[in-house]
């Protein structure tokens, strides 16, 4: 079992440096901090999915299952990249990066109304930071 903890722990430091990589370049440390919370996440799984596959593949569907939540493919927002460019850079088929991205959102419940895996910019738009129920009456808080 030790090989299997070993062998893990391998996938995931060469998964994170391919993420890291991407971020420090392309958008910022906050991004590349949320990563590496999700990838440590998946490690913990008992069935660790980046253990199959290319981890390119891996590494851009991180980064997608990121950046969907966080409006990163949303020209308005800051940074902004296209989800092309994240698959260009990790040489794998936009397809398959979204496929294994929904994979990797479904299996953490990940979206944008969450306070996981959120950057503080989407932290502080969530609209439901600022309900709270009184008497049964969800009621909107002083912003």
Not at 22 to 30: G, I, V
Not at 102 to 122: A, H, L, N, Y
């Amino acid at each position: 079992m030790a090989a299997g903890k070993e062998a893990v722990r391998d996938k995931q430091s060469q998964l994170q440096a391919l993420t890291s990589e991407y971020c420090r370049a392309n958008l910022d440390d906050e991004y590349d901090e949320l990563c590496r919370q999700l990838i440590a996440k998946m490690a913990r799984k008992r069935d660790v999915p980046f253990l199959s596959g290319r981890l390119e593949i891996w590494a851009a569907a991180t980064i997608y299952a990121i950046g969907t939540i966080n409006f990163l493919f949303d020209r308005d927002t800051q940074p902004y990249v296209h989800q092309s460019s994240i698959c260009e850079h990790f040489g794998a088929n936009q397809t398959t990066v979204g496929q294994k991205s929904k994979r990797i959102r479904d299996m953490f419940k990940m979206g944008p109304f969450g306070s996981e895996f959120v950057t503080q910019e989407r932290h502080r738009a969530n609209p439901f930071n600022r309900m709270a129920t009184v008497n049964g009456m969800i009621v909107m808080l002083d912003p």
